[in-house]
């Protein structure tokens, strides 16, 4: 048989699926798979793709079976594994060949790989793959970091797998290094925050409506048909009219109420925070994750801690209306944070990261994908004020017209005692970012009290003085 274009090791179900999705576009690929089964497995399920499959039992036979330059993709566990893997097949590499890593990596982890590789004459790319299982089978969004002539190695193959959105692949060499996988780890974040925004409707339609899975399911499916259009709008449809078959009972209230997190929301936040930003709808997705965590002591805490006075429904019920206007404002804050979160991370590191490519490859296949998203590129691609999107004149019309959805969407949630973080959060971005004059004026007459840290004056000049002596206390 003539050698594969393409190599690929780890075939758990991301893995197995996108070397299915590659031979079907009718590219020739080796797979291997450490514990060999695996391999057995894929085989056997591949039907007439196996044709294009190259199974290859250890890491020579795969590198033996792969045409020049040798592309190999590594879909493995981040973090250790990855390094594992390529230590095993980095010495049997030749100059010029290029390991792909398409796991969630941490992009800190693949700028240090792509350097250590670099001195072994060998390509690194950092490829972030979203879509799931159904995308990894059928066509994900695919985020690609390293250079720009290794990706040409492999561009035919990634755009042939890639979702399409009117044609267009949903996927995108973005820049050197760890740009791909950055700009995959806010996708998550986003991911995280959107999640978050959607089961705090729920809870306010639960716990504060009294409303049953099932019809606050119909509200979403509904709401999908219209700007909040989007595959996780949908699939919470679909989740909430979803039975236990055990029991009978709602398939959602059988789940235990503990989300769990692999990293890259959490990545989001710190990387955010070590830029100078805060993307604080994410922050809120993340750290509600971690809240919920804390069963055990929020079971205490139901008898510890006071309820909410008035709890009545009545006085402060949330509207249908209100509560999709709400969302769709919160959303856009979170997008926007995500974007400004990527310009920061872009500067930072040299990227030159085009904001409107990222949101046009996020228009299907990945887990984000939204309705919303063709007109942020839209609107990337016409520039964003101060590089901000909730001030493109499109998004800042409609955040505008549904901010008191939200603020009276927020009010409601407070006084019937029942949490919306991400909603809060979008809600104190929105009205920080329209006040012009806000109040670290007293947080800097304090830094200067106790530490003499000094303060610009508005009527000009640096390194002012209060009336205070400017000495530290205690
Ligand atoms: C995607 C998903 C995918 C995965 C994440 C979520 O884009 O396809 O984001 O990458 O579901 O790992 O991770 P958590 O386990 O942290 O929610």
């Not at 566990?77 to 030749?94: F, H, N, R, S």
């Not at 989007?230 to 398939?251: F, Q």
């Not at 505008?400 to 979008?426: D, E, H, I, Q, Y």
Request: with cysteine.
């Amino acid at each position: 048989m003539a050698k594969a274009r393409i190599g690929l090791v780890g075939l758990a179900v991301m893995g197995a699926n996108l070397a299915l999705n590659i031979a079907e576009k009718g590219f020739p690929v080796a797979v291997h798979n450490r514990t060999t089964q695996r391999i057995d497995d894929l085989m056997a399920a591949a039907g007439d793709l196996a044709a294009n499959l190259v199974p290859a039992q250890t890491p020579e036979a795969l590198v033996a079976a792969l045409a020049k330059p040798r592309a190999i993709i590594l879909m493995v566990k981040a973090g250790a594994a990855v390094d594992a893997v390529i230590g095993q097949l980095a010495p049997l590499l030749d100059p010029g060949d290029i390991l792909i890593d398409a796991g969630n990596a941490n992009f800190h982890d693949t700028r240090r790989r792509e350097k250590a590789l670099a001195d072994q004459g060998l390509s690194f790319i950092g490829m972030g793959v979203s879509g799931g299982e159904e995308g990894a089978r059928h066509g994900p969004s695919i985020m690609v970091g390293g250079k720009p002539e290794s990706y040409a190695v492999i561009r035919d193959i990634v755009e042939a797998i890639a979702a399409r959105y009117k044609g267009d692949p949903c996927a995108a060499h973005l820049g050197p290094d760890g740009a791909g996988h950055f700009v995959k780890t806010v996708h998550n974040g986003i991911e995280y925050a959107d999640m978050q925004m959607i089961a705090e409707v729920y809870g306010l339609l639960r716990d504060g409506e009294h409303r049953n899975p099932a019809d606050i399911g119909k509200l979403f499916a509904e709401w999908n048909g219209g700007p909040l259009h989007s595959y996780l709008v949908e699939i919470s449809a679909k989740v909430l009219a979803a039975k236990d078959a055990a029991t009978g009972n709602p398939m959602v209230e059988m789940i235990l109420d503990k989300a769990g997190q692999k990293g890259t929301g959490r990545w989001s936040v710190i990387e955010a925070l070590g830029l100078g930003q805060s993307a604080s709808t994410i922050e809120a997705a993340v750290g509600a994750r971690s809240w919920s965590a804390l069963k055990p002591a929020r079971l205490a805490g139901a008898e510890i801690l006071a309820a909410a006075e008035p709890s009545g429904r009545e006085a402060h019920a949330v509207l249908d209306g209100d509560l999709e206007r709400a969302l769709l404002a919160a959303k856009i804050v979170a997008y926007a944070q995500g974007f400004a979160l990527l310009d920061a991370a872009s500067q930072e590191y040299g990227w030159d990261l085009d904001l409107a490519r990222i949101a046009e490859i996020w228009r299907e296949g990945c887990i984000i994908r939204s309705a919303m998203l063709d007109d942020m590129a839209r609107a990337a691609r016409d520039g964003l004020p101060h590089g901000q999107l909730i001030f493109a004149p499109e998004f800042a019309q409609k955040l505008s017209a549904a901010s008191n959805a939200l603020r009276r969407t927020v009010a409601a949630a407070a006084l019937k005692g029942l949490p919306v973080p991400a909603f809060s959060a979008a809600l104190a971005y929105f009205d920080t970012m329209r006040r012009g004059r806000g109040t670290t004026d007293l947080i800097q007459a304090q830094r200067d009290f106790f530490g003499a840290h000094g303060f610009e004056r508005i009527d000009g000049g640096a390194g002012h003085h209060g009336p205070w002596g400017g000495k530290r206390t205690g």
